[in-house]
């Protein structure tokens, strides 16, 4: 039996189907690559952030390592107060222009830090400040430097952070015998707060501080980043970003809670695209397939009943012509619907 062919409304509707199929594959191809791109720039972004964070970070670390190590051992007052015995009206006028150097170089920083002078035997301080605001005092800020510098190794210099009045302040210092020259910047007021994102900092193997308010990662997950060293997208839509520094051995992690960001029904585009253009397209469609059927189908449609009206007329006017001759002969008429037949009388 030879394959049964479609009627030609049959065929039309079919080719309605496909092309419905073929638009609705584009829409969500398409949407599935804009999904794909958003989510890849709002990464991007993240990272450029957490990249530009800590390039920043580096150069001023690296800024005040410079001058603390200048002073060192260029600077004639550290150089008389570290290594000699004063007696306390030359331990006092050295340390005060030691501490004229030093706020020389705190007016120079624009951000919230500090340069210090620390000597252990006397307890007695000397720091200046820059001039951007801190949750803690200047006594405050001498008062915990004391107990950061002398608790810990006994090392000649290092890094350490420091928790003073709710803010992580990260200290540097140089050591000569019990007399400390350092710097301590405020790592709370540092980064600019943004909604959404919550630095922290890895110093070393598992110094953590969380140096924002807002709490996204708990220590354990950012000590569990510091192991695997994992950047992008989390289960719970999370956007990391690690950056590792290049002065010290700390590592920034930024993290951001990217739900309604990455949400499809955030983002009027693929609300376009899903919604917007399939239900027009859907109606665009119909409407071709309406005027297809007024165009094609029901012309030929008339043409077709027409043509059937036409062989239906001719067969009748046949079959009476036959049988007026009937009427004349000798011929009997065998007639059914489709054949006429004549046979002979005996």
């Not at 520094?245 to 993290?255: E, F, G, R, S």
């Not at 008339?302 to 036409?310: L, S």
């Amino acid at each position: 039996m030879g394959k049964k062919q479609l009627s030609l409304k049959k065929l039309i509707f079919v080719y309605w189907i496909v092309l419905i199929v073929i638009v609705m594959v584009l829409l969500l191809s398409y949407s599935s690559i804009i999904i794909r791109n958003s989510r890849n720039a709002i990464l991007e972004n993240a990272h450029t952030i957490a990249d530009n964070y800590g390039f920043q970070l580096d150069k001023d670390i690296t800024s005040m390592m410079d001058a603390v190590s200048s002073m060192y051992v260029d600077n004639i007052h550290y150089l008389r107060l570290s290594n000699y015995e004063l007696d306390d009206f030359e331990w006092v006028g050295s340390a005060y222009y030691l501490q004229n150097s030093l706020k020389g170089k705190a007016d120079a920083i624009d951000y919230m830090a500090g340069m210090f002078f620390y000597d252990q035997k006397r307890d007695s301080m000397r720091s200046l400040y820059s001039s951007y605001p801190s949750t803690a005092t200047k006594l405050e800020l001498d008062k915990h430097l004391k107990v950061i510098l002398t608790e810990g190794a006994d090392v000649q210099k290092d890094f350490r952070f420091m928790v003073c009045s709710g803010e992580y302040y990260l200290v540097y210092f140089m050591r000569s015998r019990d007399k400390y020259l350092g710097f301590a910047i405020n790592l709370s007021r540092y980064f600019p707060k943004e909604n959404n994102m919550q630095i922290s900092c890895i110093y070393q193997q598992n110094q953590v501080a969380k140096i924002s308010e807002i709490n996204i990662l708990e220590k354990d997950e950012i000590l569990n980043i510091k192991t695997k060293g994992v950047s992008g997208i989390d289960r719970e839509q999370r956007i990391i970003s690690v950056v590792q520094l290049k002065t010290l051995d700390m590592m920034l992690v930024l993290a951001r809670d990217s739900k309604d960001s990455l949400s499809v029904w955030k983002q009027p585009d693929l609300l376009l695209i899903l919604i917007l253009i399939p239900t027009l397209s859907f109606f665009f469609l119909l409407i071709l397939l309406r005027n297809l059927n007024r165009a094609i189908l029901y012309p030929v449609g008339y043409i077709i009943q027409r043509v059937h009206e036409m062989a239906q007329k001719d067969e009748k006017e046949f079959v009476m012509l036959v049988a007026n001759n009937y009427k004349k002969s000798k011929w009997r008429l065998i007639f059914n619907s489709d054949t006429c037949i004549l046979s002979h009388f005996y």
